[in-house]
């Protein structure tokens, strides 16, 4: 998924306006600069990646488990999506070089789902750039529902019905929803009404289990 995603402190207006009129599109392929490499400290039924260069991302998800009561239970839940592999990669130069703030593509290989999430490096404490993870990492538990069988081909069409708009750049509403509640969470500090359970009931996803962890099993990616 890709969204155009303003910088710094945001509102909820701003928010609302960039996920749902910014400019998104879904890309289903698999891109070729990608290696998976188990850390050594990590188990290689790891769900979640970083690649071992970037030093954002685990301050981000870090930030965003001691935020927000939602943000923690959906990184649980995603490290048990199954037959699941999401690499997310913080981009210094992401914005400059594509005029993107984000951008994902999903594939499907021999029955395993893949995730290839780059994003705008942003400052730490930035509720923009934390809020755009969690909204990736919606989509992707989103899409993880979907029946593998025919290939990287069923995600699209998964897409496609539930789109909130009619092309391909459309958005679809449970991510969007998500990072609004998150948000919400970490502006005021509050538990706030929305569950990450109602609003996945609301759009027909069955979320995978919950992990009760101090930190949710993560692998590294990229060249030693």
Known sequence: MRSRFSRGKIG????????????????????????????ATAPSTAVLRIDRRDKFTPRHLEQLRRG???????????????????????DPALARKSGLYGRTRFWVHAGELFGFVEYQAGPLNSFGTQCLIVHELAHAVEIATTDRKAGTRALRSFVLERAIGSDLGAETEFPQQVALAVLWQLQRKAAGEDSLERIALSHQITLPPITVADAMPMASTGPH
């Open 12 to 39: 909820v207006l701003v928010l609302v306006f960039v996920l749902i009129k910014g400019q998104s599109i879904l890309a289903f392929d698999a891109p070729t600069d990608i290696v998976v490499n188990p850390g």
């Open 68 to 90: 927000s009561a939602m943000a923690r239970e959906l990184l649980d839940r995603v490290a048990n999506l199954r037959d699941t592999i999401l690499i997310v990669r913080a």
